[in-house]
């Protein structure tokens, strides 16, 4: 004959009465990080809005607080060429290409923007920053190439010899870096809990 629950005692009730975990997770386990964002396309600037965009700023900042160097600038104003400054999402880190230890400064965060992450996600960190894509000492790292190194010449050095060509030009005083519309905004998913809290 079954017992009735009033029967038991008082202890084994409890027991029965407590639902344990349905999964093996606990509970001050840190959630998982989100998925990693695809690679950047190429979107040019197409509007002339030069204000230095929240990702843009947290992202310089990263940079010379991790790898030294000094910060380039972010917004130019509008007109003449296309550039990513004209809509604040592209800054300029100051380094010198003739200085071995700002060459070692870029190997570095290059290093660290296109390493595979833990999951075997490729340039996981560019990635997740929203880099479109990077110009330093005459070379060219673009997203939409899968950060492949390519030879970078300015329009403005067409049909001379790199020699002839300012620093500036060639990259060679400072390593640019354009973001992706979300990485300017800061949207993509390195910037959460990096941004500054909205006033």
Known sequence: M?????????AVVSALLVVGPTTSA?????????PVEAYAKYDPQSTCSPKAKPGTVVALDYVVATYGGAKGGISRPCGGSVSEHKEGRAFDWTLDAAKEADRIRAAKLRKALFAEGP???????????????????????????????????SSACKG??????SKTLRHRDHLHVSLSRAGGAGTTSWYAGRLPAPK
């Open 160 to 165: 001379k010899p790199l020699s002839k060509c």
């Open 2 to 10: 079954r017992r009735s629950l009033s029967l038991l005692p008082l």
């Open 119 to 153: 999951d075997g996600d490729a340039a996981e960190l560019a990635r997740r920053m929203g880099v479109m894509y990077i110009i330093w000492n005459d070379k060219m790292y673009a997203s939409y190439r899968q950060f492949a190194p390519t030879p970078y010449v």
């Open 26 to 34: 606990r509970a001050d386990e840190p959630d998982p990080p989100p």
